[in-house]
Nanobody
């Protein structure tokens, strides 16, 4: 069973950058579709970005497009989310997930990480 462990969250000022990591164990990263989601208190978890198992397809939610980049390092079995030009509204717990893609989006992942907190101050 695949396990996902996020790291890299923290506190950053608006306009700054963070890079989140999702370390994968129990499988090879190139065998899995991997996505990032985020959640704030009182709101549903929302899709942020996804990367297909082949590495040939990436997708982003409109509210992060042009600012966030999803990538992976096969040698490290890790998927990254580079977040630039951060805004206070990006504040959330960010989760790494794996599951099927529907079109270019990940709708119902089978596996979730524990989450990492990102806080963007104004």
């Amino acid at each position: 069973q695949v396990q996902l462990v996020e790291s890299g969250g923290g506190l950053v000022q608006a306009g700054g950058s963070l890079r989140l990591s999702c370390a994968i164990s129990g499988g090879t990263v190139s065998s899995y579709n991997v996505g990032w989601f985020r959640q704030t208190p009182g709101k549903e978890r929302e899709f942020v970005a996804a990367l297909s198992w082949s590495g040939g397809l990436t997708s982003y939610a409109d509210y992060v497009k042009g600012r966030f980049t999803i990538s992976r390092d096969n040698a490290k079995n890790t998927v990254y989310l580079q977040m630039n030009s951060l805004k206070p509204e990006d504040t959330a717990i960010y989760y790494c997930a794996s599951g099927p893609l529907f079109g270019s989006r990940m709708i119902s992942p089978n596996y979730w990480g524990q989450g990492t907190q990102v806080t963007v101050s104004s």
